[in-house]
């Protein structure tokens, strides 16, 4: 089928020439059929020079960014990994004092929280080069090392490359269901996915684990496609992070405790799971809620630097909050603006997202945002019903 | 390059790597430098604590060195934020050797990226990066008995770090500095220089200002120093006046301060820098593209003279922007501040 794109009003077409055939220009982006193609509404007829013509605005939207970056920005980031770094020592204190349950629930979301600014607005940013230009060896994407048991060689390829390179590209984002799950109907089912639901249960709970054998693509290593070497080289460092995560949060520090080993290893637990869930939860809500629009490998062939903005935009989702929020999910509330500029500094996405926002409305192309939980339970309500065979409403 | 933890003992080695079990991935001094960025042993901080105006153009900047400061000789790297972005730039220390404090005394650069904002604006109590103090022009051991320091401009800080150290050892032997100035009140020192000759009787300071009198030149000096031949000579300035007295003496201990002209043809191209694609442009070296872009690149001097910026040339050819001289073999280690690529080149980084 081919999902329908709705002309920026401006542009309104007469009827007659709302046919493919008579459009002067080779429509460019073909969208394809979602996982929910009757939600699908922003497709294009947008012709090559309006897809190019996007592609520049854009470009100057971060261009001005580039050029504003500066002290300000800077002291943003560090001010986070010093607020980071202060809540984690004071969740990990307060914790020590855990066997008084306000104490054991004040640490536990202390340390809760520091978890997912540590892996959120701060290591996937950085990560990202987000940093780099400030050339501070403490702060850049070569040194930095994450509170994940996913190690941040594997992850950088497995995600800033593979992921966004091939934003919902089925087949090629292996964040597409992580090699675990159907989210995709493009994706040949199998009674397999009757766990579907299940699958993702667990996955939330032990999302880090999830994101560790991601990189592993075991899918590749059943099929004969990458070597053993490889992947033992990945064991063994997915089992060195997972070591030392294990040995500081469940063994040194409620050994250090002493009798008050339970409570402390309790909340260094719930702390991971929190961290875990969270970050599963607004890293699902970035792609595929009702919405965003997944692609084939054809599309990307010969692809322009505008054609691939628009896939950016169309295959990813925001969520709306306020400022601690957005924080909170690392400014992947601006999932849009992030997979747009992916190494511009994350405080600046909330700033540009109007913007965005109104070049989108300008073109005819949707930009998919809501609350968390209804994107969340769009998501569920996808995964739930991919489990079976032809899934459709 | 970035975890050496000099002037840590063994044993607070393994305190650390044991601490390091609570921390990890992080470092215990990532948590310990939220209270006191000195307390660092893995980078090397100060936080500057006095500046002091020496000329309308040249500030001298105390700084209070960090735990993992190995104490000096001579030759200084200084990283400091302009606008967020880390640069590092060399400077001579002009405090004397054995001292608690560590002072540089930078003279503003025109266009300058770093100069300016030291000479103009840095807060007493800001932090900077540090590296050890290196550089071979320092005084040798043992002393000659006669020696003639010949300098000009912000040429005299590294003599000046020396003449210090002298004097607080109570050593001083016969000296003679020569230093040329554009006008008096250019002249970086001269009141402490007054003083240190008054003191020192086995001093002699020649001042000499080029809007005056005329640029330094050998004759001259030969003029002003009749037992010149006998001394030991230290020159640290330009090029012209470096040029010209190695030309017309033997044996000059010279140090270079200003970078030698470029050539820009046939360089640039794009070079695969440590996995990612930089564009260095005709005429820019390797290390300003690569800093541009973001990327973490070792350095020193930025003139060619230290060798802290050398990285591994893996496939290409690189161009030596002071000769124009096409060079590099797989595996040659390449000074990328002197060097501008030659058409597409892949080179590592640590």
């Given amino acids: ?393 | 390059m970035f975890r050496s933890a000099p002037g840590t003992t063994s044993r607070g080695r393994g305190l650390l790597a044991a601490a390091s079990a609570l921390t990890t991935p992080l470092l215990p001094e990532d948590f310990l430098t939220l209270v006191d960025p000195l307390w660092s042993t893995t980078s090397l901080r100060g936080r500057v604590v006095a500046r002091r105006r020496e000329t309308g153009r040249a500030v001298s900047v105390t700084i209070e060195p960090g735990w993992a400061w190995a104490g000096h000789r001579a030759g200084q790297y200084l990283g400091v934020d302009v606008d967020g972005v880390r640069f590092t730039r060399s400077y001579s220390l002009t405090s004397p050797e054995g001292a608690e404090h560590l002072t540089v005394t930078v003279q503003e650069v025109d266009g300058g990226a770093v100069s300016p904002t030291l000479v103009r604006d840095l807060p007493i109590g800001t932090i900077v990066e540090l590296e050890q103090a290196a550089g071979e022009f320092t005084l040798p051991d043992p002393l000659p008995e006669k020696l003639l320091f010949v300098t000009a401009g912000s040429g005299i800080t590294p003599v000046m770090g020396m003449l210090r150290t002298l004097d607080r050892a109570g050593t001083m032997p016969d000296v003679v500095l020569v230093h040329g100035a554009r006008m008096p009140e250019d002249t970086i020192f001269r009141a402490e220089l007054a003083g240190l000759a008054a003191r020192h009787p086995s001093l002699r300071v020649v001042l000499r200002h080029s809007a005056v009198s005329g640029r330094l030149d050998p004759a001259v000096i030969d003029t002003v120093v009749a037992d010149r031949a006998d001394r030991t000579v230290y020159a640290c300035g330009p090029d012209g006046l470096l040029d010209a007295l190695e030309g017309a003496w033997d044996g000059v201990v010279a140090e270079r301060f200003t970078p030698p002209a470029r050539a820009t043809e046939g360089t640039g191209g794009t070079v695969d820098l440590g996995g990612g694609d930089v564009v260095v442009e005709p005429g820019q070296s390797i290390l300003e593209a690569g800093e541009a872009a973001g990327k973490l690149m070792p350095s020193g001097c930025r003139m060619g003279i230290c060798f802290g910026c050398v990285l591994p040339l893996r496939e290409g050819k690189v161009r030596d922007l002071r000769t124009g001289e096409a060079h590099g073999e797989p595996g040659d280690l390449v000074q990328t501040c002197i060097n501008s690529s030659c058409g597409p080149a892949r080179i590592d980084l640590p």
């Fill in chain 1, 1 to 393: 089928m081919t999902a329908v794109l709705e002309n920026p009003a401006h542009l309104e077409p007469g009827p007659e020439e709302t046919g493919r055939e008579q459009h002067p220009q080779r429509p460019v982006l073909e969208l394809v059929p979602s996982s929910r193609r009757e939600d699908v509404q922003a497709t294009t007829e947008l012709t090559a020079e309006q897809i190019e013509e996007l592609g520049r605005r854009l470009d100057a939207i971060r261009d001005r960014v580039l050029a504003e970056r500066g002290a300000s920005d800077a002291e943003y980031i560090r001010g986070v990994i010093r607020k980071q770094r202060a809540l984690e020592i004071g969740g990990r204190a307060l914790l020590f004092a855990g066997v008084l349950p306000p104490a054991w629930i004040a640490g536990t979301a202390m340390l809760s929280i520091a978890k997912i600014l540590e892996n959120m607005e701060i290591g996937h940013n950085v990560m990202h080069g987000q940093w780099d230009w400030m050339r501070d060896p403490k702060i850049h994407s070569s040194t930095w090392e994450w509170d994940n048991v996913s190690s941040s060689a594997e992850w950088k390829h497995s995600h800033n490359y593979m992921h966004h390179t091939y934003t919902n590209v089925v087949g090629k984002d292996r964040d597409v269901g992580y090699g675990i799950l159907r989210l995709s109907e493009e994706q040949r089912w199998t009674p397999y996915y009757l766990g579907n639901p299940l699958y993702n249960f667990l996955l939330s709970l032990f999302f880090e684990y999830g994101v560790a054998l991601h990189d592993l693509e075991v899918e590749k290593v059943v099929a004969g496609q990458k070597p053993l070497s490889r992947v033992w080289e990945q064991v063994k460092s997915i089992g060195r992070k997972t070591g030392r995560q294990i040995l500081k949060d469940y063994v040194a520090f409620p050994a250090l405790a002493g009798p008050f080993f339970l409570p402390v290893l309790a909340g260094n637990v719930t702390a991971n799971l929190v961290r875990n869930v969270w970050s599963h939860a607004v890293i699902f809500c970035g792609h595929f809620p009702t919405g965003a629009v997944q692609f084939t490998e054809e599309q990307l062939e010969d692809e322009s630097r505008g054609e691939w903005y628009v896939r950016q935009l169309l295959g990813s989702a925001n969520l709306d909050g306020g400022r601690f929020f957005h924080l909170m999910t690392g400014q992947l509330s601006f999932q849009i603006e992030h997979h747009l500029f992916p190494d511009l500094p994350s405080n600046r996405y909330a700033e540009i997202a109007p913007e965005v926002r109104e070049l989108c409305r300008e073109y005819g192309l949707e930009y998919t945002t809501g609350p968390l939980w209804k994107q969340y339970m769009q998501v569920l309500g996808t995964i739930n019903r991919l489990a079976l065979p032809n899934g459709k409403r």
